[in-house]
């Protein structure tokens, strides 16, 4: 089963939301499983993943009790950043296969009840794209100004500050039109100048033509790096002893300015709602947008507010390194104080950052402590997205420098040692390969992930596998728990607590994050124990003992 629980309304009509053709607010709550193509499995024996791959493993996939998948890019590119550099947006790269093999895929998720969403990366484009090639002709071409070029200033140098994610200056000089162009990130993927409407169109074009393919939404990368600054001014230095930005790590110099000019820009709302109003065309459909910033919770709030703009977003806050239960109740918080009516979405692994199992995870029980993190994070108010082998407590891989295919990486080596290590392929079995590939993949096959492998956690009733089936199976039993409304509780520093009210049922919901036993007297009056969500916990009245990485949900009296 892959939609919500049949209990579930409609947020707006009070009408059931789980027909086909009411279904409209499925992303409202649901939980995202994320699949990079390269390494989830390979269906030809070349040692990447492809679409076919994916197909064969959808019923895995239905069998988490998951409402969608997010397929990160699969398009046309010469893969310099493995798919974020898309050199033609409208079809698939032979190395995933063909537009009729993506067809496949969405008809065989649609039978299984699963939506499909896809990334859109459409703040830059790969310097392969017909568009960039063209562009940076002359200045007088058709498309001369669709890219963000710059003259130098007087002594030749980049036209201000800017720094590339990926390292060095975000301009690069092009003896052509004797300009700099603009990038946030490689080189070789040039920023589209969303100032030009023309532009702009285009890209709305490009993904009007995947919704009418019949994909349920995207996933927006970068969502607030789609215009600059008109003026080029140049960012101000972050403070000393104020807090950087959390889209890049600390070692990283992008860290070291307030980045005020070049990202998230007010005009960028403007565009957001003329997407809102193309997706609104295709009832059912949604966004996810990601947002790495200065501010990331007010920016969530923002870009999510008034019903207009995006349907959700994510920040790093719960993607970065501190994870203690104050920590996350400060976060929470925060997001609930600036919130209204936005939406988040939550994740704690993907793509982009060191595995939850490792950065949230190192010194903890492996096995233990992933169960309790992911019943946390899919008991949040908001939508949930997994990443591939998170179900199965995979810890981030440790790939030698010799294997490292992220430019990011070897840029910035070996204080950071870039994003492969949880691009490793899925480990289905225990065999050399896991089960990926009948050869050597594309990235080494960790030897500790074959112990974690699907076909040994498979028919474990006590592995992490299953200990997030069940979860979001009594996820789907409680409406509360997936579109409730979200009270923080003081439960004490060690402990994270929390109510979700839908309707006339409220539950509280108590996680025990560390190694230790906790006891605590609870501030509401309990009416009863919830069971089937797997973990163990003791009540004696309003006394509640938590073992260590343990979970207690409890539906509250009424009269509180």
Not at 242 to 261: F, I
Not at 397 to 419: C, H, M, N, S, T
Not at 462 to 480: E, G, I, V, W
Request: glycine share 8%; proline share 6%.
């Amino acid at each position: 089963m892959s939609t919500m629980d049949s209990t579930m309304q409609d947020a707006t009509t009070g009408q059931d939301n789980t027909t086909e053709q009411n279904n409209t607010l499925w992303w409202r709550g649901g939980v995202i499983y994320q699949i990079y193509p390269r390494s989830f499995m390979d269906s030809r024996g070349d040692g990447v993943g492809d679409l076919n791959g994916i197909t064969e493993k959808l019923d895995y996939v239905a069998s988490l009790n998951v409402d969608g998948i997010w397929l990160s890019p699969f398009f046309t590119s010469p893969m310099l950043d493995f798919g974020y550099d898309i050199s033609d947006y409208c079809d698939v790269d032979p190395m995933f296969g063909t537009l009729e093999d993506f067809k496949a895929l969405l008809a065989k998720a649609h039978s299984l009840g699963l939506k499909v969403m896809i990334d859109q990366v459409i703040s830059h484009t790969s310097d392969q794209h017909a568009w960039f090639q063209e562009s940076r002709q002359n200045r007088s071409n058709p498309k001369a100004d669709w890219f963000v070029w710059a003259d130098p200033k007087p002594d030749g140098t980049p036209p201000n500050n800017w720094l590339s994610i990926f390292g060095g200056p975000a301009w690069t000089f092009d003896s052509r039109r004797q300009q700099y162009y603009m990038h946030n990130f490689l080189t070789s993927q040039p920023d589209v100048n969303f100032h030009n409407p023309e532009a702009r169109q285009a890209q709305l074009d490009n993904m009007r033509f995947w919704l009418e393919l019949g994909v349920d939404g995207f996933r927006l990368d970068t969502v607030n790096f789609y215009f600059h600054d008109a003026e080029l001014r140049d960012n101000p230095p972050v403070p000393k002893g104020e807090a950087k930005t959390l889209g890049a790590p600390d070692s990283n110099p992008y860290t070291w300015q307030r980045h005020v000019y070049d990202l998230s820009r007010p005009e960028n709302l403007d565009f957001l709602k003329d997407l809102r109003a193309l997706m609104d065309e295709y009832p059912g459909t949604t966004t996810v947008g990601e947002i790495g910033d200065d501010n990331p919770l007010e920016r969530m709030a923002e870009y999510t507010a008034g019903g207009d703009k995006l349907h959700m977003a994510y920040t790093f806050d719960l993607l970065n390194t501190p994870h203690s239960a104050r920590y996350i109740h400060e976060v929470l918080e925060r997001f609930q104080r600036l919130a209204g009516d936005a939406w988040p979405c939550w994740a704690t692994s993907n793509h982009d950052v060191v595995r939850s199992a490792t950065r949230w995870g190192a010194g903890e029980d492996p096995t233990a402590y992933p169960k309790v993190a992911l019943a946390m994070l899919c008991s949040l108010r908001g939508s949930v997205c997994l990443y591939q082998g998170e179900e199965l407590g995979l810890p981030e891989a440790d790939v030698p420098f010799e294997r490292i295919q992220d430019p990011y990486g070897k840029v910035l080596w070996p204080e950071f040692k870039g994003r492969d290590g949880c691009r490793t392929p899925m480990p289905w079995n225990d065999s050399e390969h896991g089960g990926f590939s009948s050869v050597e993949p594309w990235l080494p096959m960790e030897a500790s992930h074959r112990d974690r492998a699907v076909s040994r956690q498979q028919d474990d009733a006590n592995s992490t596998l299953n200990a997030l089936r069940n979860m979001l199976a009594f996820r789907r039993q409680h409406p509360p728990l997936f579109d409730g409304d979200l009270t923080l509780v003081d439960v004490g520093e060690t402990l994270l607590g929390f109510s979700r009210q839908k309707g006339e049922e409220t539950l509280l919901c108590v996680f025990n994050l560390t190694a230790e036993a906790q006891t605590v007297n609870l501030p509401l009056a309990i009416d009863s124990d919830l069971q089937g969500h797997g973990f163990t916990t003791q009540r004696d009245g309003n006394r509640l003992a938590l073992p260590a990485y343990q979970a207690a949900f409890m539906r509250v009296a009424h009269d509180n």
